[in-house]
Every structure is written in C-alpha cells, then in structure tokens.
T-cell receptor, first 118, second 116 residues
Framework: AQSVAQPEDQVNVAEGNPLTVKCTYSVSGNPYLFWYVQYPNRGLQFLLKYITGDNLVKGSYGFEAEFNKSQTSFHLKKPSALVSDSALYFC????????????????FGSGTRLSIRP | KAGVTQTPRYLIKTRGQQVTLSCSPISGHRSVSWYQQTPGQGLQFLFEYFSETQRNKGNFPGRFSGRQFSNSRSEMNVSTLELGDSALYLCASSFEGAVAFINEQFFGPGTRLTVL
C-alpha cells in the first residue's frame, strides 16, 4: 500500500535562511511525487512534481525538491526563505499504474506548516 | 482558462440532513477528485471520477457518494449528516493525455460544510 509521511508538523525558519520540508514515501512501484502549498482559506496549489529523470526538480516560487530513491525521500527546499512562503505544505505520492485501465490513489501527507519569521 | 469552481462556498446543515456539493473542472480536464480536509485528519481522499466512471475510492462510509456528468462536472452527496462531517471539501481536476496519472491536480477553493 502507498503511504507518505511528513515527519514535522511545523518548521520555523528566519527570512533569508534556507528551508527544508521533509517527505518520505512508500510505494510498490515507481512513484509519482508532488508538492502542493495551501495558503489560508484557499485550495491547494501545485508547486512541483517528480515523474522520472533528473533527481532535482525545480518548481514555482523558487522551490525545488530532491528525489532520493534509496532513502525514499522527496524533500522540498528553497535556498532563501521569504515571509510570503509561510503556508501549509503537502507532499503527495501516486503509484505508477500497471495499465491504462488500472488506477492508483493519490495519497497526501499530513502537511507541514512553514513559518518564516522576518 | 477559468479555474476549478465549487459551489456553494459555505454551507450550514443540521445532523440527519443531506447535502450536495458541486464542482466544475477546468475545461478539458476529465479527471475529478474529491477530498475532505479537517484539522485532525488532514487531507483525506474521497473518490476520483474519470469519464463519468468512479475510478478510485477512499475509505469513507457509503453515506458519501458522487457522480460525474458527461461535461465532466461532478457532484458529491453526503446523506444523513453527522457532526464529524464538518470539514472543508476540496475538488481537484487534472488533464490526462497519453500517459495517465502524471499530471498535477488543480484544486478549487473548497466548500466549507458545518454540521450543527
């Protein structure tokens, strides 16, 4: 069965410092991995995804994530945090389908609240 | 392109009633998924529809049901509401091309359901 874990409920970082939001996953096949961000009273917005290829994926708003197959991790990173990055971040995983007619669920992590102090 | 729209944005119901929520996906998107978001349980997958067929289902009781129409619009219904059904219900759509499941989802703003 698929699963995804975000071990930190909250991450606090000073503005200008690098940030990391952690995510680990478990799937039976090759994973499709996603990061989403949720601002207050809004739906989720897509940040980036890993499907295949380069392990370092670049996304919106200066975020990037590194896929590590041996550690089954997909941590979200940003070199220099902004106060406006403060939000709730979700990691999600989907198992690769075994055929077009098959389907796998997308599973979201519990979310990590990122707080950037000025 | 217009984003995913959900109606209504806010609902207040009492226990035992039923409710229907509506979702209009982005034009051209045939996959629609529904999620329940609560502070305690996080984001829980309800079901996914593709071309009017339920393709996947989460672990929710049968009181939760959904459907998708030929224009890809989707509705979800909750019957016999319970206090614990109070949540933000999010709808998401995605485009599926030649390779399924690799595309990101676009989320609507959600419907805030309060059950009294």
């Amino acid at each position: 069965a698929q699963s995804v874990a975000q071990p930190e409920d909250q991450v606090n970082v000073a503005e200008g410092n690098p940030l990391t939001v952690k995510c680990t996953y478990s799937v039976s096949g090759n994973p499709y991995l996603f990061w989403y961000v949720q601002y207050p009273n809004r739906g989720l917005q897509f940040l980036l995804k890993y499907i295949t290829g380069d392990n370092l994926v670049k996304g919106s708003y200066g975020f990037e994530a590194e896929f590590n197959k041996s550690q089954t991790s997909f941590h979200l990173k940003k070199p220099s945090a902004l106060v406006s990055d403060s939000a709730l971040y979700f990691c999600a995983v989907r198992d690769a389908p075994k055929g077009y007619s098959s389907a796998s669920k997308i599973i979201f992590g519990s979310g990590t609240r990122l707080s950037i102090r000025p | 392109k217009a984003g995913v729209t959900q109606t209504p944005r806010y609902l207040i119901k009492t226990r035992g009633q039923q409710v229907t929520l509506s979702c209009s996906p982005i034009s051209g998107h045939r996959s629609v998924s529904w999620y329940q978001q609560t502070p305690g349980q996080g984001l829980q997958f309800l079901f996914e529809y593709f071309s009017e067929t339920q393709r996947n289902k989460g672990n929710f009781p049968g009181r939760f049901s959904g459907r998708q129409f030929s224009n890809s619009r989707s509705e979800m219904n909750v019957s016999t509401l319970e206090l614990g059904d109070s949540a933000l219900y999010l709808c998401a759509s995605s485009f599926e091309g030649a390779v399924a499941f690799i595309n990101e989802q676009f989320f609507g703003p959600g419907t805030r359901l309060t059950v009294l």
